[in-house]
């Protein structure tokens, strides 16, 4: 059974930085993408980044130059580095994995809040 451990979410003033992590287990299969979605209240959930197994990279345009995203392809872990943070930042960020065959699990989220 496929799971994925999050953490790092938090509070945090505007201007400041925080780190997600991901940790995927249990997969029988080669994962071909890791990132992250995002859903703010009363909005649709987005895509924040991802980065696929040859190291290619996916932001949303709202957070390129201050959000980096990585991979350890041999522990399946990966990280989201977000700095600069602003309030527009705050959501519940859902980690993802996507498998060759498309498949799809997600984590169970974590809650990032930007306010002074």
């Known amino acids: 059974q496929v799971q994925l451990v999050e953490s790092g979410g938090g509070l945090v003033q505007p201007g400041g930085s925080l780190r997600l992590s991901c940790a995927a287990s249990?997969?029988?299969?080669?994962?071909?993408?890791m990132g992250w979605y995002r859903q703010a209240p009363g909005k649709q959930r987005e895509l924040v980044a991802r980065?696929?197994?040859?190291?290619?990279?996916n932001y949303a345009d709202s957070v390129k130059g201050r959000f980096t995203i990585s991979r350890d392809n041999a522990k399946n872990t990966a990280l989201l580095e977000m700095n600069n943070l602003k309030p527009d930042d705050t959501a519940v960020y859902y980690c993802?994995?996507?498998?060759?065959?498309?498949?799809?699990?997600w984590g169970q989220g974590t809650q990032v809040t930007v306010s002074s």
């Open positions: 249990g997969s029988s299969f080669a994962i071909y993408a």
């Open positions: 980065i696929f197994s040859g190291g290619g990279t």
């Open positions: 993802y994995i996507r498998g060759y065959g498309g498949n799809i699990h």
